[in-house]
């Protein structure tokens, strides 16, 4: 199947700090990807929804300001956290998609971002 | 509101015992429906979906499930669990007007004894 990878796999902050995740698909182009939070012991919580070359668009809560979503090329999305605090502490999951992969949904293996 | 429950956080299971595990969905059509598994600190892998047709749908690692459109349900099943199975199960629906946007049901964790 279709492989998703995500770089860092765990990032430690201080807070105040920015972090950027990188989520890639490694054997398909990804026309659209997905991005997850989950907290510890709960569900994935969409947070948006980005298409290579537009705008990311925000599940309603989600501070676009706060949470940067680019998605620059077919194989690549990155999501930035912007001046992280401690309650932006969760496990950040992406997926994507394209038409190569029938619509197919395929998950990245998660990026453990905790902010001191 | 549109939701998806699995009423069981938490289920033990003995090695070769069988494993059912509950998803219900609230949605105004049938939505896409689909089951994944997520170990410890990974990503989610997909055991199976269904799109339409057959209610029965045959899925990876001996995993299936069944379609109920009168009990709007999706239960997940395994005849024989093996100690590997250990991990959190998802379920999760894919509205037919809202492609890709996925809303995951809160998971159980299977815990399997010896």
């Known amino acids: 199947g279709a492989v998703v990878s995500q770089h860092p796999s765990w990032v430690i902050c201080k807070s105040g700090t920015s972090v950027k995740i990188e989520c890639r698909s490694l054997?398909?182009?990804?026309?659209?990807m997905f991005w997850y939070r989950q907290f510890p012991k709960q569900s994935l919580m969409l947070m948006a929804t980005s298409n290579e070359g537009s705008k990311a668009t925000y599940e309603q809560g989600v501070e676009k300001d706060k949470f940067l979503i680019n998605h620059a090329s077919l194989t690549l999305s990155t999501l930035t956290v912007t001046s992280a605090h401690p309650e932006d502490s969760s496990f950040y999951i992406c997926?994507?998609?394209?038409?190569?992969?029938?619509?197919?949904?395929?998950f990245g293996p998660g990026t453990r971002l905790t902010v001191l | 509101a549109q939701s998806v429950t699995q009423p069981d956080i938490h289920i033990t299971v003995s090695e070769g015992a069988s494993l059912e595990l509950r998803c219900n969905y609230s949605y105004g059509a049938t939505p896409y429906l689909f089951w994944y598994v997520q170990s410890p600190g990974q990503g989610l892998q997909l055991l199976l979906k269904?799109?339409?047709?057959?209610?029965l749908v045959q899925g990876i690692k001996g995993f299936e499930a069944e379609f109920k459109r009168s009990q709007s349900s999706f239960n997940l099943r395994k005849p024989s669990v093996h100690w590997s199975d250990a991990a959190e199960y998802f379920c999760a629906v894919e509205a037919t007007d809202s492609w890709g946007k996925f809303q995951f049901g809160a998971g159980t964790q299977v815990v399997v004894t010896p």
């Open positions: 269904y799109f339409s047709g057959d209610t």
């Open positions: 997926s994507a998609t394209g038409t190569q992969t029938y619509n197919e949904q395929f």
């Open positions: 054997d398909f182009q990804a026309t659209t």
